[in-house]
């Protein structure tokens, strides 16, 4: 994805996804009584977690989907199931 010069931050980050790969969720509460959830990656290599309100998980959520729709549509023919990094 290109950088958006528009935008400051502070880190730039890609994860990437495999497929059968094994996230943990969790819920808490946080120190100001709001609900949070979060979602943990963690392998000898590399962890990361993505954490958030459940409207903010939600909104992740549907916009995964729909970026693992459009990327189906767009390389139909390219776009079938690998497992173990053997197409299938």
């Known amino acids: 994805m290109p950088n958006d010069p528009t935008r400051r931050s502070a880190l730039s980050v890609a994860l990437l996804a495999h497929a059968s790969t094994s996230y943990e969720v969790d819920a808490w509460m946080a120190d100001n009584g709001q609900p949070h959830g979060s979602v943990r990656y963690d392998s000898d290599r590399a962890w990361f977690t993505i954490q958030g309100r459940p409207a903010a998980l939600r909104e992740l959520a549907e916009a995964l989907v729909r970026c693992a729709e459009l990327?189906?549509?767009?390389?139909?023919?390219?776009?079938?199931?690998v497992a173990e990094g053997v197409a299938g």
Do not use: K, N
Not at 71 to 81: C, F, G, H, N, V
């Open 71 to 81: 990327t189906e549509q767009t390389y139909r023919d390219l776009a079938a199931p």
